[in-house]
């Protein structure tokens, strides 16, 4: 059966036998620099054009049906259109920050991807605290959507920059509170303890009300995060133009779009890991047969249907919901998915103590 | 792969932002023109600075968020021994909670939590 860690196997040995154990590892390091960058480029051009396709479909029209077969390199051509621009920086900006910021998205975005397990023992490393990890690494991106807006120079610009930040450090509270609160039941940070202390069923299902809820606020909590209608007051087109990134245009403009869509992957990839198990096959507790054929599908194809799910539900919710003002927005936070999170929590430990998920 | 990872993503990213943007560099022509620099701003000319005084209420909630991003990383340790230790850990965290939601409530009196 072909799989991603069979082929990773493949490459490591050949690499051992064929050169030294140094050059190995320097061209171990190389081909995985080009895989990420390829996943980047991959997941961007897929993300922008699903996005386009799956708004078509909720609004009963056609989407982007011209270049190549079905519309599919149509995100190809936007983007060498975005090569072909010219990248203008505004009189009055601050040019180191304003070109920094891009950079610092984009590294930020990069390094999330680091304990995010794709298949069975396909992963770049299992650090012991993977998910603690995850959530801090990606608190840095608010510091270059800040750096965006106030350097600007353009006052909405620094609007959406402020916005941005109140929102995202204020959801960051509950998001990570229903990440604690399925931790409470793995009693390991690392991705792959989580992952496989669900090997006889997810803990959507085995974590009883609690753990429902918990996923409801994490997918409230994420939406929020990462700029996404109905939360997307930090670039509200009809208020504030684009938010930060006004004044970026071409390259500059679409790294800031290709690491919005790249969080969006890794918010939903650590969902897919703490609810729905990462790529750990749908299991029944002692349905051995069951258990087995559903082990024949690959755990790359598990791992990757779960996100693509959770992203078709995030997208479902841009065309679904209107826009909350800024107000409304930090009430929800702060009046209600605050309290209702921490005393799940609580909830969640008696659940734990008692064993009462097994 | 251990640390290496870290330093060859963070290459990888560089890389990557700095192609794009050397790229677009490459095959564009850039025009000069004396308005081409002026900030967005509906059409009009800009007029005054962005840098200027905005809304307290952004500062506030920044305060607030400090109170409980603290209790969150003392939650994670708590978190992953809570099944170990059992009910006197829950009861511990319980009296954390109550200890620190006053300040929480406080600031709600004071109206830091109200925008206006």
């Not at chain 1, 490591?12 to 190995?24: C, D, I, K, R, Y």
């Not at chain 1, 984009?106 to 650090?127: E, G």
């Not at chain 2, 059992?86 to 511990?92: D, H, R």
Request: hydrophobic share 55%.
């Amino acid at each position: 059966m072909i799989s991603l860690e069979a082929l990773k196997n493949e490459v490591q040995n050949w690499l051992q036998l064929h050169v030294g154990s140094t050059m190995a590892l320097i061209a171990e390091s190389v081909l995985l620099g080009i895989l990420v960058i390829a996943l980047f480029a991959v997941l961007g051009l897929l993300l922008v054009f699903m996005e386009r396709k799956v708004s078509a479909v909720m609004q009963i029209r056609l989407g982007p049906n011209r270049v190549g077969p079905k519309g599919w390199l149509q995100t190809s051509a936007d983007t060498l259109k975005l090569m072909l621009k010219e990248g203008l920086t505004p009189d009055g900006a601050d040019k180191f920050l304003f070109n920094l910021a891009p950079f610092i998205i984009m590294i930020a975005a990069m390094l999330i991807m680091v304990p995010v397990a794709f298949a069975r023992n396909f992963q770049i490393w299992d650090i012991n605290i993977g998910v603690l990890y995850i959530s801090s690494v990606a608190s840095i991106s608010v510091i270059a959507i800040l750096m965006a807006g106030w350097s600007s120079n353009n006052k909405y610009s620094l609007l959406g920059a402020m916005r941005s930040g109140a929102q995202i450090i204020s959801y960051e509270l509950s998001a990570g509170i229903a990440v604690i609160t399925m931790i409470i039941l793995t009693g390991s940070l690392s991705v792959n303890d989580i992952i496989a202390s669900q090997e006889n069923g997810w803990w959507i299902f085995k974590g009883h009300i609690p753990a429902i809820i918990a996923f409801v606020i994490f997918m409230i909590a994420v939406t929020a995060e990462t700029n996404r209608a109905p939360f997307d007051l930090a670039e509200a087109e009809s208020e504030l133009t684009a938010g930060f990134h006004t004044e970026y245009s071409g390259m500059k403009f679409a790294l800031f779009f290709l690491a919005e869509y790249i969080n969006i992957f890794i918010v939903c990839a650590v969902a897919a890991i703490l609810f729905f198990g990462g790529w750990m096959p749908f299991h029944i507790g002692h349905w051995q047969a069951f258990n087995h054929i559903m082990d024949y599908i690959p755990s790359s194809i598990w791992f990757f249907g779960k996100t693509f799910f959770l992203i078709g539900l995030i997208m479902w919710f841009r065309w679904t919901f209107p826009r909350l003002r800024i107000d409304q927005l930090l009430n929800l936070e702060w009046k209600y998915l605050l309290p209702i999170s921490l005393l799940n929590m609580l909830l969640m430990t008696i659940v734990a103590i008692l064993k009462w998920y097994l | 792969m251990g640390t290496i990872a870290l330093l060859i993503l963070t290459i990888a990213a560089i890389v990557f932002s700095a192609g794009g943007i050397l790229a677009s560099k490459i095959f564009t022509k850039g025009s000069f023109n004396l308005q081409k620099g002026q900030p967005y701003e509906c059409g009009i000319p800009a007029t005054g600075t962005p840098w200027s005084q905005f809304h307290i209420g952004y500062y506030l909630y920044a305060i607030v968020f400090l109170l409980f991003e603290v209790e969150l990383v003392f939650m994670y340790p708590w978190a992953v021994v809570v099944q170990k230790i059992g009910f006197p850990a829950l009861i511990e965290m319980f009296f954390f909670i109550i200890i620190l939601f006053p300040g929480f409530l406080y600031a709600h009196k004071k109206g830091a939590l109200k925008w206006m």
